[in-house]
């Protein structure tokens, strides 16, 4: 897909210093050379995909952004245990994201099957549902892979929709992810399954990747994304109150889940076909509309029906309607996960098949990047260790990070780099002398230095 940005404008405008562009443009994680990776089920090395991750090239006009991405992300994908036969493929998508959203005064927008927003890595963002549903004439679940179609075609919607988030659990590979048609994507929270204070997965025990981002409970949560109607999208915490005063709290659904046990009506009461009774295969939680919205007056830390807030965040001091990837006590996720049931703003398909307007190429490897080595909360587990250790970045990685792992006369071992979109770092210690050596994290000409302790 190709398209022309106007010579003549290229020249005469003048980019602006990276505080004065919108985080709509700076956020987005780019790469022009380094190439994905996958697991296969069987065997815990990764296998390059030779497809460049994170996004290729942003784009910008006054009103747009254009994203140019492949759709894949920095950690490794897969496996997907459910019996999935894709794989993750490139996307060679461009997504138009606007510039100056706007709140949707008129009929609410429900999220829809697909894409509803893309993180900050170019990875796709689905909303709760995975296509599936209930056919109560013939007390079955329809439509999704493996059932016959809900009534009214493929594409119809039952009175009752599975939450993909409970029901596919099987297929997510350790980063809380999977491919629909090769169109790799989160319905959720993308941190890794196995950072989560209660595992409901194992898969990282057998296929270790990570994520795009790692929780930390003692400070807001990084920009992860943007909804398809250009509000940005949070990780799980932020400022307790929305002015961006107060702690640093869990943001919280105000969805929960009804008391029921039976499936007759809405939760606003209107009498509907009769799903299952809830039960050990149909329990509750298993539909979306086994959820109520529940109002919070007053509580700046509960998020309103379309899963955000006005709030006042580091990239937004002025303060942004923003959504957040909502997650339990126990970090786990929590319905409706990031956007929906219905988009805040005007929300609209933006994926694009060509760029019709002049813009300007932001070249975010020009910029100076703001993050410090000092500031970052690093985990150096196990310590001591054996025979494999682990470097935990408990943020969103804006910039490549240097490891060094050097012994106590200062000699280099080994060295490795968390890439740009991923949180985690490996050495093969193994092979290592007993004793005191060092983990030297590095960027932007700072580093740190960590002791650890290899025992036998």
């Known amino acids: 897909m190709k398209h022309f940005i106007l010579s003549i404008l290229s020249i005469m405008l003048v980019v602006p210093i990276f505080g004065q ?33 994170n996004c290729q090239r942003i784009e910008y006009s006054d009103e747009y952004v254009y994203v140019i991405t492949n759709g894949i992300p920095s950690y490794p994908t897969g496996p997907f245990l459910d019996g999935n036969p894709s794989q993750a493929e490139s996307q060679s998508a461009i997504f138009q994201i606007p510039l100056n959203p706007d709140q949707n005064t008129s ?14 890595n170019g990875v796709a963002l689905f909303d709760y ?46 980063s809380k992810g999977h491919p629909a048609m090769g169109n790799y994507h989160h319905h959720q929270n993308p941190s890794a399954f196995k950072l989560d204070l209660e595992l409901v997965s194992n898969i990282c025990n057998l296929y270790d990747a990570d994520g795009l981002y790692a929780i930390d409970s003692t400070q807001h949560s990084p920009l992860i994304g943007f909804a ?32 029921i046990t039976e499936r007759t009506h809405h939760a606003d009461g209107t009498d509907v076909d009769d799903g299952p009774d809830i039960d050990a295969t149909y329990f509750l939680g298993y539909f979306r509309e086994d959820y109520r919205y529940v109002a919070h007056p007053g509580e700046d830390d509960y998020l309103d029906q379309h899963n955000g807030r006005f709030a ?23 319905y409706p996960y990031v956007v929906g049931p219905t988009f805040y703003g005007n929300a609209l ?3 694009v098949s060509s760029i019709n307007e002049p813009t300007t190429i932001y070249e975010g490897s020009s910029f100076v990047t703001d993050i410090n080595i000092f500031s970052l909360d690093i985990t150096v587990f196990p310590n001591p260790a054996a025979d494999l250790l682990a470097v935990q970045i408990h943020d969103l990685v804006s910039a490549a990070i240097q490891l060094d792992l050097i012994d106590s006369t200062g000699r280099l071992i080994d060295s490795k780099v968390i890439e740009k ?36």
């Open 129 to 174: 549902r995975d296509g599936v549903g209930w056919n109560s004439t013939t007390n079955a679940l329809c439509g999704g892979p493996g059932n016959p179609p809900c009534p009214g075609g493929p594409m119809a919607e039952s009175d009752w929709m599975r939450d993909a988030i409970p029901a596919e659990r099987a297929g997510f590979d350790c």
């Open 312 to 334: 006042v965040t580091p990239e937004y001091p002025d303060g942004t309607y923003a959504y957040y990837a909502t997650v339990d006590e126990q970090w786990n996720s929590t």
């Open 21 to 53: 562009l919108s985080p709509a443009v700076t956020s987005w994680l780019q790469n022009t050379t380094e190439t994905g990776s996958y697991y296969m089920q069987g065997n815990s090395t990764a296998i390059d995909n030779g497809i460049l991750y």
């Open 228 to 259: 398809y109607d250009g509000f940005p999208i949070y990780g799980a915490y932020g400022f307790e109150n929305s002015d961006g005063t107060g702690e640093i709290v869990r943001i919280k659904s105000s969805y929960q889940l009804r008391n």
């Open 349 to 351: 398909n933006r994926e």
């Open 421 to 456: 979109g991923s949180t985690i770092g490996y050495f093969d210690t193994q092979t290592l002398y007993p004793g005191a050596y060092f983990i030297k994290a590095s960027v932007n000409g700072q580093s740190n230095p960590i002791k650890i302790v290899i025992e036998k």
């Open 107 to 120: 009929t609410l927008i429900p999220t829809n099957p697909g894409n509803i927003g893309i993180f900050v």
